[in-house]
């Protein structure tokens, strides 16, 4: 069973773009263990949460481990990005991973959804390069607001975006999340 996605998670960071939406820490947990749940009462006894968002990853840890101890079902996470960090690498010319907005996240979008990408202003689309703060490296975690990061929003090189890069990624994220699935990560 693929439940519908969730179109919304924890982005206080970006609340000073316009235009975004966020959950509460409370919401999403309530959300999302709601749905696991009804999962588990129509009979599965296995769960991925597959996610979407960096600003998700420290929480769904936690989620995960909590469900794990509520519900007698097999429960676990990744992230479409983490699942496939060799497809994304492979994939992109200027950047390691996703950023925001970036070279990655901007080519998907390209051959998903072209319509979406002001392709005018991709030329000046750029900015710092940052890593995921599930993967800092930093001794400590600080909050810190996105446009603290970046004027405009973009994080890495969408200006170095095609849909070519964005069709190979869309198609080994998920042969990749396929093949993780299929080695059976629930016998841990």
Same mark, same amino acid.
């Given at each position: 069973?693929?439940?519908?996605?969730?179109?919304?998670?924890? =982005?206080?960071?970006?609340?000073?773009?316009?235009?975004?939406?966020? &959950?509460? @820490?409370?919401? @999403? +947990?309530? &959300?999302?263990? #709601?749905?696991?749940?009804?999962?588990?009462?129509?009979?599965?006894?296995?769960?991925? $949460?597959?996610?979407?968002?960096?600003?998700?990853?420290?929480? @769904?840890?936690? &989620? !995960?481990?909590?469900?794990? *101890?509520? @519900?007698?079902?097999?429960?676990?996470?990744?992230n479409y990005f983490t699942v496939a960090r060799d497809v994304v690498r492979d994939c992109l010319e200027v950047q390691d991973g996703l950023m925001h907005a970036?070279?990655?996240?901007?080519?998907?979008?390209?051959?998903?959804?072209?319509?979406?990408?002001?392709?005018? +202003?991709?030329?000046?689309?750029?900015?710092?390069?940052?890593?995921?703060?599930?993967? =800092? !490296?930093?001794?400590?975690?600080? *909050?810190?607001?996105?446009?603290? $990061?970046t004027v405009s929003g973009v994080a890495g090189h969408a200006d170095a975006a095609t849909a070519a890069k964005g069709e190979k990624m869309l198609s080994g &994220?998920?042969?990749?999340?396929? #093949?993780?699935?299929?080695? #059976?990560?629930?016998?841990?």
């Open positions: 069973m693929v439940t519908p996605s969730v179109w919304s998670g924890l =982005s206080e960071h970006h609340m000073a773009f316009g235009g975004t939406f966020t &959950l509460s @820490l409370a919401t @999403l +947990h309530a &959300l999302l263990r #709601d749905i696991c749940r009804s999962v588990w009462r129509a009979g599965f006894t296995r769960i991925l $949460i597959v996610n979407g968002h960096g600003g998700n990853m420290t929480a @769904l840890h936690a &989620l !995960t481990t909590e469900l794990t *101890a509520e @519900l007698p079902a097999r429960i676990a996470f990744t970036c070279e990655g996240e901007t080519s998907m979008m390209l051959a998903a959804r072209p319509e979406l990408v002001r392709t005018e +202003h991709l030329a000046e689309a750029h900015g710092p390069d940052i890593a995921l703060p599930a993967e =800092s !490296t930093e001794p400590v975690y600080l *909050a810190v607001p996105f446009e603290r $990061i &994220l998920a042969k990749a999340l396929a #093949d993780a699935i299929a080695r #059976d990560p629930w016998q841990s």
